[in-house]
């Protein structure tokens, strides 16, 4: 403790500064992480499901399960379902729609954490620009001679915030790298869905029009005859 508190002394303001954004950071960080991770999950096994509860004709279940998994592949889920019976240009702008809704929920915080890599190697430089600047005043009040230990300490707290800047950048950019890939792949998790559900709805509204037409085949023919 006497050692953190040693660093944070010959650190200054600056490296206070520094410890706040990386604390603000891993919050974003473990906030979103825990919020991709909680919105994935097998999205096979979700499907299959959602299928099955359709081909019974149990909408008001398939719809209820989707609420239940309150994630953005369920939502784009659930609009296509809700729109299966306007044909497949209205069940993609309502996919569409619904994802244009999603994607400001999965990336919030990701631009004030990409934000907070950026800045912290700057603090880390201005740190060691107003240390470089404590040096050269105490050059010019102690005259031609004085002491290597009296500008030690402002060299010491230039590196200080200088090396805490560049080690927060590299965590900051790692936290936001990890992210990123989640996010990636849930939006694909969203586009795959709207696709296979899409064509499913499709492939059902084909299937069911077949027998009307096997039909009406043999009433033309007797109308013929």
Not at 24 to 39: Q, T
Not at 167 to 175: N, P, Y
Request: glycine share 6%; aromatic share 8%.
């Amino acid at each position: 403790m006497e050692q953190l508190k040693a660093l944070f002394d010959h650190g200054g303001f600056i490296l206070v500064v520094q410890a706040i954004l990386i604390i603000i950071s891993l919050a974003i960080f473990l906030e979103r992480y825990y919020f991709y991770y909680s919105s994935q999950f097998d999205m096979h096994e979700f499907l299959h499901g959602i299928q099955n509860n359709v081909r019974n004709n149990k909408i008001v279940v398939a719809v209820s399960i989707c609420d239940g998994k309150k994630s953005p592949v369920s939502s784009v889920v659930r609009s296509v379902i809700l729109h299966a019976d306007k044909g497949e240009a209205a069940i993609r702008i309502a996919a569409d729609e619904t994802a244009m809704t999603e994607l400001p929920k999965l990336k919030r915080g990701l631009k004030l954490l990409a934000c907070i890599g950026n800045i912290t190697p700057m603090l880390g430089l201005l740190g060691t620009l107003v240390a470089i600047y404590k040096i050269f005043e105490q050059i010019e009040a102690g005259g031609r001679f004085i002491e290597t230990t009296v500008v030690a300490g402002s060299v010491k707290e230039a590196l200080i915030t200088t090396l805490f800047g560049l080690i927060s950048a590299m965590l900051v950019h790692l936290c936001s790298f990890v992210l990123s890939s989640k996010l990636e792949s849930i939006v694909l998790d969203m586009e795959k869905a709207c696709t296979e559900m899409t064509h499913f709805f499709l492939m059902r509204k084909l299937t069911a029009n077949e027998p009307q037409q096997d039909e009406q085949t043999p009433q033309t023919e007797k109308a013929n005859d």
